[in-house]
């Protein structure tokens, strides 16, 4: 495979986990939940994403080692799935308080879309 088909390929799953991060629900995130920010699993696409932002994360790290010196996600915009499910789903409700509009997702779905990101990015 060339180089530029793989780069061609590497866009193109870009663009469909961007897709499938747009299908979330939107959640008015207080910012307070940095301690819940620690050692994660994510596909090799979102850490590679993440690396290109100078940021190394490892399923080691405690705390996440992309928060600021503030306690805010310096990569949100293009965070993992499991991060972006915090707070969407009961079992994973913000103790701050922050709902995602039309309530929270159910149990099968947030599988659904975990395995769907897995898919697009690659297993760990």
Known sequence: MTRRRKARQGRDRTAEMDQLYAELPEIDCKGLCHES??????TPLERGRIRERGVD????DM??????????????????????????????????GCVPEGG???????RRLLDRSMVIGGRP
Not at 37 to 42: F, K, L, R, S
Not at 57 to 60: A, F, Y
Not at 64 to 84: E, F, G, H, K, N
Request: proline share 12%.
């Open 63 to 96: 705390p996440c080692p992309a928060l600021t010196p503030l306690r805010r996600c310096s990569v949100r915009d293009i965070r993992p799935m499991i991060c972006r499910l915090w707070g969407l789903v009961e079992s994973m409700a913000c103790p701050h």
């Open 57 to 60: 994360i490892s399923p080691l």
């Open 37 to 42: 920010c620690n050692a994660i699993v994510m």
């Open 104 to 110: 929270f997702l159910d149990e099968t779905t947030a």
